[in-house]
C-alpha cells in the first residue's frame, strides 16, 4: 500500500512547500529571474538523485532516448510557475489560486482524457465537474 500512496504523498508535501514558496518571491523580483535559480537547484538535485537512485546509471543513454514530452513538459513547467508567481504578485491568496487553478484543471482534464486516452466520460465525472463548479461558486462568494 505504501508504494502506492507515497508518490502522491510527495506531490502533496512538494506542492505546500512550492505553493509557500512561489507565494514568497520578492514582489520587486522579476519571476522569470527567480526561476533561472529554481532551475539551476532543479538541476543540480536532479542529477544527483538520478546517479544515487539509479543502477547502472548513464545519463548520456538516457538522453538518447529523449522524445517532444520533456521538452514541452520544461515549457509547461515554466509557464505554471510563471502563472503562479504574478498571481500571487497580484494578490491571488495562496488558498484559493491552487483550488481554483485544480478545479479548472481537473473538468479539462477529463475532457483530454476522452480525447487523448479513449477515457470515458461517466455520470460520475459529470457530477463531480457540477459539484467542483458549485465548490468554485462558493469559494468566490464575496
Not at 508504494?3 to 512561489?22: D, K
Not at 548520456?60 to 514530452?69: D, G, I, S
Amino acid at each position: 500500500m505504501f508504494q502506492y500512496i507515497w508518490p502522491i504523498g510527495l506531490v502533496v508535501l512538494s506542492n505546500v512547500f512550492y505553493q509557500i514558496c512561489a507565494k514568497s518571491v520578492p514582489e520587486s523580483m522579476a519571476p522569470l529571474a527567480s526561476l533561472t535559480i529554481t532551475y539551476a537547484i532543479g538541476t543540480l538535485v536532479s542529477f544527483a538523485l538520478y546517479y544515487l537512485l539509479t543502477k547502472d546509471a548513464n545519463i548520456m543513454r538516457e538522453y538518447h532516448q529523449l522524445n517532444w514530452a520533456p521538452v514541452v513538459l520544461g515549457i509547461s513547467i515554466v509557464g505554471l510557475e510563471v502563472g503562479y508567481i504574478y498571481a500571487f504578485q497580484l494578490g491571488w491568496q495562496v488558498s484559493t489560486a491552487q483550488i481554483v487553478q485544480s478545479v479548472i484543471l481537473a473538468i479539462l482534464l477529463i475532457f483530454v482524457g476522452y480525447l487523448l486516452y479513449k477515457e470515458a466520460i461517466t455520470w460520475n465525472k459529470i457530477a463531480g465537474i457540477v459539484v467542483c463548479l458549485f465548490g468554485l461558486y462558493l469559494i468566490n462568494l464575496k
